[in-house]
């Protein structure tokens, strides 16, 4: 097996890995089309951040600023993991290797112990014209020469006492948490919080990583509307000149919103006006009734971005009902006994399961989305939101009698709250409401 194959056979497994254990060679089109749209995210987020990773990846980049998205077609990744009739050029190599983290692919051979300089000259000339001549052998020998060079930075570097052990390029989970003074961000690797927005009157929030763009439903007398604010990379600070406070019109009561960041649309329950209305991001109306009136109060949403069904949860009727926005086929009792006032949901849809809490029962439903029987766990609290780490069998939820989010670990024989002692996150402010996990490049 020679060096490209080894490559991409150890990005194979690392995907495989990061997408719950199933090899690429075995996805359908839904699927590949689905980790292509985070695939395409990250690297964007990735190369705003990196001008020298943006070069490698084929684009140019002006750190902080917009760049041009790296892109790999559905086909080219047929093409790579299921026929296996092509290795990919350069850029595309480069690409996986950056998405997964890594710095280069250099970096990627060198981590992995595939590096040599054989290998590197045959990764570099497997698209080199056959006709090169002898200068072009002599920048390949200069080239390998330098990657050699950086290797032995990098591995200086990492061997670093203060950087064992660090996986700061790599993406990793954020949740945004709506609390009593606006929202927060939690940094669960590092345990770490600060709030972005500051406001008492945040009902739901949701976040585009694409474009920055952080939209929330605001309950303030004066006016119920949604805003909305760009965040800066690191996250700490909103973009000067970015905060809309007025994002759309005057609506009822906003409740629960979902994006869907591919098509540029918010989703948001009107609570009083028992409607969901749909806007595009510049904060007109598209679709001012999606379901008809509601025979009761929509309260959270989620959509299922992949397989463009729109679900919500009834506090009224204590129901969850869902729609399939491709056909228009409406389901309003597709959970119709999910307990007292279901709120909060969160979607798995790698293992295909849903989640809520029932903050006034004091429990957590769950259910499957192909075969819908709730089951609950109570607890010992009240749960106002949970969200789903399907990646790493987490399930947080927010404590709304306190400033806390939770922990508990899910499979397939249940879930399992952990103590009430440990493994919290400060949610930065009491009565956290709504909690939303993004993998992103920090």
């Not at 996805?27 to 020298?52: M, S």
């Not at 690797?189 to 694409?210: E, F, K, L």
């Not at 129901?319 to 307990?339: C, N």
Request: charged share 25%; net charge neutral; with cysteine.
């Amino acid at each position: 097996m020679n060096a490209i194959e080894k490559y991409w056979e150890e990005v194979a497994r690392l995907i495989a890995d990061e997408q719950g254990g199933e090899p690429p060679h075995t996805w359908n089109k839904f699927k590949i089309d689905a980790f292509l749209r985070n695939f395409h995210t990250r690297l964007e987020q990735i190369c705003r951040a990196d001008p020298q990773k943006a070069a490698l990846c084929g684009v140019d980049g002006v750190k902080g600023g917009d760049v041009q998205s790296p892109r790999l077609s559905y086909f080219s990744f047929r093409r790579i993991f299921i026929t296996r009739e092509s290795t990919g050029n350069r850029s595309t190599r480069e690409m996986f290797a950056i998405y997964l983290g890594f710095e280069s692919v250099s970096d990627f051979l060198n981590q992995k112990s595939i590096i040599g300089d054989a290998a590197q000259a045959e990764l570099v000339e497997k698209n080199t014209p056959t006709a090169a001549a002898a200068p072009k052998r002599r920048r390949l020998a200069a080239l390998s020469g330098l990657v050699i060079l950086v290797a032995i930075f990098w591995i200086y570097k990492a061997c670093r006492p203060e950087n064992i052990n660090a996986d700061a390029s790599r993406p990793r989970p954020f949740l945004f948490v709506r609390n009593e003074n606006g929202i927060a961000i939690v940094d669960p690797t590092a345990n770490t919080s600060w709030q972005v927005v500051r406001t008492q009157t945040v009902i739901g929030i949701d976040y585009d990583p694409a474009s920055r763009q952080l939209f929330w439903a605001n309950g303030h007398d004066a006016y119920r509307c949604l805003s909305s604010a760009r965040l800066d990379p690191d996250l700490k600070t909103i973009e000067k000149g970015s905060f809309k406070s007025r994002l759309t019109g005057q609506l009822k009561y906003p409740a629960g919103i979902a994006l869907d960041p591919v098509r540029k649309r918010i989703y948001c329950a009107d609570h009083y006006d028992s409607t969901i209305v749909v806007f595009d991001y510049e904060g007109r109306v598209l679709i001012p009734s999606l379901v008809g009136k509601i025979n009761g109060r929509p309260s959270s949403v989620e959509l299922d971005v992949q397989n463009q069904v729109l679900y919500w949860t009834d506090v009224k009727n204590h129901k969850i009902g869902r729609i399939f926005l491709d056909s228009g086929r409406q389901e309003p009792e597709f959970i119709a006994e999910p307990g007292l006032y279901p709120d909060g949901l969160s979607l798995d849809t790698l293992h295909r399961g849903i989640y809520w809490a029932c903050n006034k029962a004091n429990r957590i439903g769950w259910s499957s989305l192909d075969n819908p029987a709730p089951q609950f766990t109570p607890l010992p609290i009240s749960p106002a939101a949970v969200e789903v780490d399907a990646l790493r069998g987490t399930l947080y939820y927010c404590d709304w009698e306190s400033d806390l989010i939770r922990k508990a670990r899910i499979d397939g024989a249940g879930l399992f709250p952990d103590s009430l002692t440990t493994n919290t996150l400060n949610a930065q402010g009491a009565s956290p409401g709504v909690v939303k996990l993004f993998y992103l490049a920090y």
